[in-house]
């Protein structure tokens, strides 16, 4: 009896020690063998995302409108050892996001992951001044394309008994940044869409969360192309095209188009404080402080938070 007793009490070591080790293995990789699909992902927030959810694990699709920014990202993924593949894809085509999810499926057998990150700011001025084609701009491409993109994604997810979709907001949802108006309206808009994503899809098993990132530091080095029109101030009337959602490079680029003494934002250090003084937490955030939230959002982790929003901005004021 004692012998058994002590065989017993060997197995049930051995056992948990195995479980801690597949545990231990779990949080090293907890994307493990999934697949994941970034919109406008070949820089800043975006790329940040894809790289940290393919440390995590996971095969990563990454996407932009030009094909020049997926090989970039790609090969500088590739260079780190991660599982990273890339197609070009402007989510306002209804072709471009059906070979996006085809690439995903083709390469990897299905979907697993959707994060929307892909935006644009058409404007910037007065709300009153805007133009029908601005809002339907903006509109189309900030608040349709993502539901459209997400019921791409739903029918691939359902075939591996659910998934995680994550939509990239902003902070300016709750905390309007002058001057951009229709991005705000367009950003807010999106945290009614994952609210209402997560209540019809959760039945699918399928679970949508919001990120809102507030200031966060990117590269400035490819600036935005830029399109006047005379009607007014032509800055008012200036358009401008961004590959993600970054707040941040679209008002220091704006603001510098207007008033040519603004120097960049991270190069006036002045400024820098200023601003570091409004926030919580004192600094300006990084890409990185939005991945990895992405990451444990799509996680089983978080397995049982759906139609939720992460704000990602330092402390500063985020309720509607």
């Not at 063998?33 to 975006?46: F, H, M, Q, R």
């Not at 050892?81 to 499926?105: F, N, Q």
């Amino acid at each position: 009896m004692q012998k058994a007793g002590l065989l017993l009490g060997l197995c049930a070591r051995t056992w948990k020690s195995v479980r801690m080790a597949s545990s231990a293995a779990a949080r090293r990789n907890p994307l493990e063998n999934k697949v994941a699909l970034v919109t406008a992902s070949t820089d800043g927030i975006g790329f940040a995302i894809a790289r940290r959810l393919a440390q995590d694990g996971a095969h990563v699709v990454v996407s932009s409108r030009k094909q020049q920014n997926v090989d970039r990202a790609v090969a500088t993924l590739h260079k780190e050892g991660l599982s990273v593949t890339g197609t070009v894809c402007h989510v306002g085509k209804g072709e471009d996001r059906e070979r996006l999810v085809a690439t995903a499926v083709n390469l990897h057998g299905g979907v697993d992951i959707l994060v929307s990150n892909a935006a644009v700011i058409p404007f910037f001025g007065n709300l009153m001044d805007v133009t029908e084609e601005v809002w339907d701009k903006i509109l189309d491409i900030n608040v349709k394309a993502t539901a459209l993109m997400t019921k791409a994604v739903v029918p691939e997810m359902e075939k591996r008994g659910g998934g995680s979709v994550v939509i990239v907001a902003s902070v300016g949802a709750y905390r309007p940044f002058p001057g951009l108006g229709p991005y705000n309206v367009c950003k807010t808009a999106l945290l009614g869409l994952t609210k209402n994503l997560a209540l019809e899809l959760a039945q699918r098993n399928i679970r949508v969360n919001c990120l809102a990132p507030g200031l966060i530091k990117t590269n400035f080095s490819r600036m935005p192309r830029v399109q006047t029109r005379p009607p007014h101030d032509p800055f008012l009337r200036c358009t401008v095209r961004l590959r993600n959602s970054d707040t941040t490079q679209a008002i220091s680029y704006l603001l510098k188009k207007r008033f040519p003494f603004f120097l960049q934002l991270w190069d006036d250090q002045a400024r820098l404080e200023s601003l570091k003084a409004t926030m919580q937490i004192k600094r300006i955030g990084k890409p990185e402080d939005c991945a990895g939230i992405v990451s444990f959002l799509c996680s089983e982790d978080a397995s049982y938070i759906t139609g939720e929003t992460v704000v990602v901005a330092g402390g500063m004021p985020s309720r509607l």
